[in-house]
């Protein structure tokens, strides 16, 4: 008398991972968004000047006289009055600038959208250190 086997093991047998994949997502998707949670986005400290409206006869408002503008145009070129402007140039100008006007300010337009952040950033370090914190950014406003 022959005894079979019920289960016959077979040389092809696979092991079905779908249900084991679907739980470790499950699992990390969880972990990533208790994670995101839980962490504060870092900010940049900016404090944005608050304007008047109802006001137009503001003492605080500059006036053209009162700003020294410098254009950065895409080569990362300084110029003043739509002509290029040496760093040694610029700085014996803004020091000139700033000792004749009590309330000057010197303003930085980057309003070319083809200007990259980094180099605005670079220029306004280099004008702060000549000017300190009277220097300020133009860009054009957004669409």
């Not at 047998?13 to 084991?20: D, G, K, P, V």
């Not at 003492?59 to 503008?69: A, W």
């Not at 959208?113 to 220029?123: D, E, F, Q, T, W």
Request: proline residues 4%.
């Amino acid at each position: 008398m022959k005894i079979r086997k019920k289960h016959q093991a077979s040389a092809n047998a696979e092991i079905n991972l779908t249900a084991l994949l679907d739980v470790v997502f499950s699992i990390l998707a969880f972990f990533i968004l208790i994670s995101a949670a839980l962490t504060t986005p870092s900010q940049i400290g900016i404090d944005l000047p608050i304007r008047d409206r109802t006001n137009s006869s503001n003492p605080n408002d500059l006036k053209p006289e009162d700003l020294f503008i410098i254009t950065l145009d895409t080569e990362g070129q300084m110029l003043s009055d739509g002509k290029a402007i040496s760093p040694q140039q610029l700085e014996q100008e803004v020091r000139s600038f700033l000792t004749n006007s009590a309330r000057g300010t010197v303003v930085l337009s980057a309003e070319n959208p083809n200007v990259s952040y980094k180099l605005v950033i670079n220029r306004l370090a280099e004008l702060k250190a000549i000017a300190g914190n009277r220097v300020a950014i133009a860009t054009s406003r957004s669409q």
